[in-house]
């Protein structure tokens, strides 16, 4: 089933629905990234956690047969051999186990879906004893259906400006497909369309710029159902293949939504995120139907793909604002970055002595938070705002803006929700306009609401609809419908 949550946004911006028939339950609207977990450990963190935190969807790392490098580096994963369904993350009985675990508890599987090239190996054996060369892969592709450049003594990409050569020579000694012929077009297809029979609902397409839009459009005619897609197009300006040519085949990563927002918490003011142009499409942003958007991804938190001084887990709690802060703007369908600690860019996941990858959930235990798996989608404040996205979809706009013209903003969701963020070493404290109804509500950011109280702090809500505000510094406070106490 196809699981677009911006399509249910965009009908009830529309009045294609009405907020009661919107609530009943809340659409799921973000996924996470799962970044090199086991299939056995995604099943049971959808059952544990996602499932019941309410994310829409969780992305997988690529789940064919692929090289193994030395050293074990997390990019062998992108260096295709096959397309057996066996890798570190385990066989194709465990994969197709954690689709149908994370689909009875209502989450959607997107498989990272690497289709443009096979491996920069010259030779070597895969994940599933595949022999293989540089341009043979036994009983699925030769020479014959890759792209040959040849401009410079080897087929690399050197010159971004040129389409033709981003499209058709090889990305980092990649062996670039000939996505053009029906062959490799039917052969990916097919490879697809297995991922399909076993209930993957969604695709991310690798290396999107690297095929011409029409391409990837015919490989996709060839699936069957409606599988939700997103295209990993890295479009910052400046050169001639851009985001806009991939929107007829589905939804495009906005990495300039990383970047520029890194920037405001590194060295902006978040005051500017709605000054003379709101953030999103006021910044130049792709139309935020049909954008992917995250604050970090398993390449630009390690200066690759479009890089850049980019937020993430190892910048703790601005990570965690810059995430409350995505999590509550009604801008793009979000990601959350689940990944592992690394000391340098190609490290691998955490291992055990025997080489096999370490688990997060090792029986009764949960190996998150330490010096390993980080965990990010789990982090108490990150999961209470899923959970506000979802409560605050049927208000799906900004209300009720607030900033000291610096970094301490507030902002409502209608008269669904409010947030508050102080990026800044003094107390935020203020009686605001929240647009909410009267009542107390509990911050769920730092507590949450049982059947007859908070565990954290409470806000009350005047009739009409102020309250005091009072944040710590570099702390956050968010409220919704959902917590308020009876």
Not at 12 to 27: D, E, K, R
Not at 101 to 118: E, P, Q, S, W
Not at 256 to 283: I, N, P, V
Not at 435 to 448: F, H, K, M, R, T
Request: contains cysteine; glycine residues 10%; charged residues 20%.
């Amino acid at each position: 089933m196809k699981v677009i949550p911006m399509l249910v946004l965009l009908l009830m911006i529309s009045g294609g629905l009405t907020a009661s028939q919107a609530q009943a339950p809340p659409p799921r609207s973000a996924f996470v990234h799962l970044f090199e977990w086991t299939w056995d450990d995604v099943a049971q963190e959808c059952e544990d956690f996602l499932g019941p935190a309410g994310y829409a969807a969780v992305q997988v790392s690529p789940p064919q047969e692929h090289a193994v490098l030395a050293d074990r580096p997390w990019y062998e994963r992108y260096q295709p051999v096959s397309y057996r369904l066996t890798s570190r993350s385990g066989d194709r009985a465990a994969f197709a186990a954690m689709v149908a675990r994370c689909k009875a508890v209502g989450v959607d599987l997107y498989v990272d879906a690497v289709i443009n090239h096979m491996s920069s190996q010259e030779q070597g054996t895969g994940t599933d004893g595949t022999q293989f060369s540089h341009f043979e892969y036994p009983g699925l592709f030769n020479a014959d259906d890759f792209h040959h450049c040849g401009r410079y003594g080897n087929d690399d990409i050197r010159n971004y400006q040129d389409r033709w050569e981003v499209q058709n020579c090889e990305l980092l000694n990649l062996p670039d497909l000939r996505t053009e012929t029906d062959r490799v077009r039917d052969t990916i297809g097919a490879y697809l369309n297995d991922l399909v029979s076993l209930g993957v609902a969604g695709f991310r397409i690798d290396a999107s710029k690297h095929m011409p839009a029409g391409d990837i459009m015919a490989i996709l005619n060839r699936v069957s159902g409606n599988p939700y897609i997103f295209q990993e197009v890295i479009d910052q300006g400046g050169e001639p293949i851009t985001a806009r040519e991939y929107f007829p085949n589905g939804d495009v990563t906005e990495f300039k939504y990383s970047r520029d927002l890194s920037r405001m918490f590194f060295e902006g003011k978040l005051a500017w995120l709605r000054g003379q142009h709101a953030f999103g499409e006021g910044w130049a942003f792709m139309p935020g139907h049909r954008a992917v958007v995250f604050i970090d991804n398993h390449d630009n938190q390690r200066g690759h793909g479009g890089g850049g001084h980019i937020l993430t887990h190892k910048d703790s709690t601005r990570y965690m604002l810059a995430n409350v802060f995505m999590l509550a703007w009604p801008y793009g369908y979000p990601k959350v970055m689940s990944s592992y600690a690394f000391e340098d860019d190609g490290q691998g996941p955490p291992t055990r002595e025997d080489g096999s990858v370490r688990p997060v959930h090792d029986g009764a235990a949960l190996n998150c938070f330490g010096d390993a798996w980080q965990c990010e989608h789990r982090w108490p404040a990150i999961a209470a705002m899923a959970r506000f996205r979802n409560v605050t979809a049927p208000a799906y706009f900004v209300s009720h803006w607030w900033s000291n013209g610096e970094n301490q903003i507030a902002f409502g969701r209608g008269d669904r929700g409010f947030v508050a963020i102080n990026h800044e070493n003094q107390p935020l404290d203020q009686t605001l306009s929240t647009g909410l109804p009267p009542g107390v509500y509990c911050d769920v950011i730092n507590g949450a609401a049982t059947a007859t109280e908070c565990t954290g702090p409470a806000v009350s809500v005047a009739p009409d609809g102020t309250a005091r505000i009072s944040v710590p510094p570099m702390q956050a406070l968010a409220l919704h419908v959902e917590a308020r106490r009876p």
